[in-house]
């Protein structure tokens, strides 16, 4: 029997756990930068499954690596060597000018892996007394599900009713370095984990400066500065790390979302080798971590943003995208801010919420989404073609209007 949009999602709904609230379209296809619904309509993605999509749906230089690895081995676990190993890890640390990777799958695994070598490094290497490792994060920072890393959030949503919570990290002002200078004065903070633009937040660029300041301070006060560029790395902003754009190495990068090139989960900590060298045999890992199938993918994923080609593409058209939302901005709008092929249109709080301008984008073939109340998280995928984006913009400012 072929179901219908309608009732699959009705059996969803019925069958499935309601910890999401999506728009109300069921994908069957997807090329590029467009997805197909069950009935055969077609949809601009302007969400790239919050950046995963950065290549679009089904790149073909993606697929056809996915393919090839099939072929070969998928997985083997890291009982063993796989040869897609060392290459992937010289890669990627070559790609980002650092020494060491630790493959995971999920962001937040990979969020995980930082903390867990951000306090063993506070202990085996600065010499932190034992159950004493401080992590400074940001106020408004999203950067994953599990308890850990929810007992650092400040959304009640994303906290209520899932105490008890994680001790051992402490929130300063994003944005604002005296904050953190204040905070860094305590000589067992080990690291400082930062989304260097918040994504979740709503697309929160901090002021200039921030970035390379914040990376200064946390060296004179020989803290390790931990940048989570799962949503914000990998040419979303219009270069390979928004840190990029400050001349900043952090000492740990987090990957995830777009390394997997849109086919299957992959995420990593990138890092020194006195840092990521502290992990000893059987500390951490991931039966899945490190499977051929997905290194084989993120391989293909690093050569296609080795040439800057993708970097260069959200570089300029972001700059178009963005001038046009400010240009054009209708009067409900408060702000817009971004970088590269990345916006936050800020709507005025007589106009929240905006979910139901997502649902008239819906209806006409767009496919945008809220973040919190007011805002609407813009990320087309950085192979876009300018008459799609600006398709797409224009809807944008029909349904804010
Ligand atoms: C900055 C950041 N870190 C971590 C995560 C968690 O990634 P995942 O959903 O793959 O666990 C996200 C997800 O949106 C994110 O935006």
Not at 255 to 270: D, F, N, R, Y
Not at 371 to 385: G, N, Q, V
Request: charged share 20%; proline share 6%.
């Amino acid at each position: 029997m072929v179901m219908d949009s309608a009732a699959l999602r009705d059996l969803e709904d019925a069958r499935g756990a309601h910890n999401y609230h999506p728009l109300p379209v069921v994908v069957a296809t997807a090329e590029g930068a467009w997805v197909t619904d069950v009935e055969g309509k077609r949809y601009l993605d302007f969400l790239s499954a919050y950046s995963a999509l950065n290549f679009g749906h089904r790149h073909p230089r993606l697929v056809a690596a996915a393919l090839a690895q099939l072929d070969r081995v998928t997985l083997t676990s890291r009982a063993v060597h796989v040869d897609q190993m060392g290459p992937f890890c010289e890669e990627l640390a070559d790609l980002l000018e650092l020494d060491r990777v630790l493959p995971m799958n999920s962001g937040a695994e990979a969020v995980e892996t930082a903390i867990k070598t951000a306090r063993a490094w506070g202990y085996r290497v600065k010499g932190v007394p034992p159950g004493q490792a401080k992590i400074l994060v940001a106020h408004g920072n999203f950067h994953g599900r599990p308890t850990s890393i929810i007992s650092f959030s400040d959304d009640p949503v994303a906290r209520n009713d899932f105490d008890p919570f994680t001790g051992g990290f402490e929130a300063v002002t994003f944005g604002d370095l005296d904050s953190l200078t204040a905070a860094l004065a305590d000589p067992n903070v080990v690291g400082f984990l930062v989304e260097p633009i918040q994504g979740e937040a709503g697309v929160v660029v901090p002021p200039v400066g921030y970035l390379s300041g914040a990376a200064a301070a946390c060296r004179d006060a020989g803290v390790l500065f931990i940048a989570d560029e799962v949503q914000s790395g990998l040419g979303r902003t219009g270069s390979t790390l928004t840190c990029d754009w400050e001349g900043v190495t952090p000492d740990m990068v987090i990957l995830g979302k777009a390394l997997g090139g849109g086919i299957l989960p992959v995420s990593a900590v990138v890092s020194r080798d006195e840092v990521l060298g502290v992990l000893r045999p059987g500390e951490h890992g991931s039966t899945f971590g490190g499977n051929p199938l997905a290194l084989a993918i993120a391989r293909e994923v690093i050569a296609m943003l080795g040439t800057g080609e993708y970097q260069q593409r959200s570089r300029e058209l972001g700059v178009h995208m963005l001038a046009r939302l400010n240009r054009e901005a209708p009067t409900t709008v408060e702000l817009v801010r971004g970088r590269g092929l990345w916006a936050g249109v800020v709507v005025k709080d007589d106009y929240a919420p905006v979910r139901p301008r997502c649902l008239q984008a819906l209806d006409r073939g767009l496919i945008i989404k809220e973040t919190h109340e007011t805002t609407l998280r813009l990320a087309p995928p950085l192979m876009i073609d300018e008459a799609d984006l600006d398709r797409g913009i224009d809807i944008v400012l029909e349904v804010l209007a």
